[in-house]
């Protein structure tokens, strides 16, 4: 099973990126995008628990993050808008199988990981 991330970049605040993520080998019922900022540990940004019909995201993101999947493709993004500063980091796409609501924000829920892809939001 590989889960492959991409889609990162540089960005000015203010601007837009979408971030993807295929698994391969496997089909999940629920992926999630971590991240961590530099010098910081890894966070939660959002997730999507049985095939896309419970989105939960972090405060931080709320309202400018939108997380999306293609079930039949295995595939999950992360549609993100209005960046900031603050959202500089690494971002992990994770995935994994019958995660609750109370454990979407523990890396621990999910068994695999992606590789990471930097994002980087310039002032």
């Known amino acids: 099973v590989q889960l492959q991330a991409s889609g990162g970049g540089l960005v000015q605040a203010g601007g837009s990126l979408t971030l993807s993520c295929e698994a391969s080998g496997r089909t999940f019922s629920s992926y999630a995008w971590f991240r961590q900022p530099p010098g910081k540990e890894r966070e939660f940004v959002s997730a999507?628990?049985?095939?896309?019909?419970?989105?939960t995201y972090a405060d931080s993101v709320k309202g400018r993050f939108t997380i999306s999947r293609d079930n039949l493709q295995n595939k999950v993004y992360l549609q993100m808008n209005s960046l900031k500063p603050e959202d500089t980091a690494v971002y992990y796409c994770?995935?994994?199988?019958?995660?609750?609501?109370?454990?979407?924000?523990?890396?621990?829920?999910?068994?695999?990981w992606g590789q990471g892809t930097e994002v980087t939001v310039s002032s």
């Open positions: 994770a995935a994994g199988n019958g995660v609750i609501l109370s454990s979407v924000t523990f890396p621990s829920s999910y068994n695999y």
């Open positions: 999507s628990r049985y095939r896309g019909a419970y989105p």
